[in-house]
Nanobody, 127 residues
Framework: QVQLVESGGGLVQAGGSLRLSCAAS????????VAWFRQAPGKEREFVTA????????FYADSVLGRFTISRDLAKNTVYLQMNSLLPEDTALYYC????????????????????WGQGTQVTVSS
């Protein structure tokens, strides 16, 4: 079992930045890929970005490409999501998810591909 705890959310003006963190605990000795998803009110949970265990490969949704950056610190068992040039449409509850495998799943945008989820951290971008 892997437990995930997100932090770093908050209220920011459009054009601003935030950095989210996803701290893992439990069976962190096993390799796992990590992704960020988000869910706005009344909408389905959508994929944002993912990273392999080694950090060598990353994947992004078109809507955040060039603005968001995912990274990980294996020593700290933490994954980060740096969000720049935030837009009001980025407002959502952001979830961290992990898969018990070193590689990101083939269908990495699907929520069903991930084994563990955090509780989420709210990001609100004002216009």
């Amino acid at each position: 079992q892997v437990q995930l705890v997100e932090s770093g959310g908050g209220l920011v003006q459009a054009g601003g930045s935030l950095r989210l963190s996803c701290a893992a605990s439990g069976r962190t000795s096993t390799s796992y890929a990590v992704a960020w998803f988000r869910q706005a009110p009344g909408k389905e949970r959508e994929f944002v970005t993912a990273i392999t265990w080694s950090g060598g490969s990353t994947f992004y949704a078109d809507s955040v490409l060039g603005r968001f950056t995912i990274s990980r610190d294996l020593a700290k068992n933490t994954v980060y999501l740096q969000m720049n040039s935030l837009l009001p449409e980025d407002t959502a509850l952001y979830y961290c998810a992990a898969r018990s495998a070193a590689r990101v799943p083939y269908y990495y945008t699907r929520t069903s591909e991930y084994d563990y989820w955090g509780q989420g951290t709210q990001v609100t971008v004002s216009s």
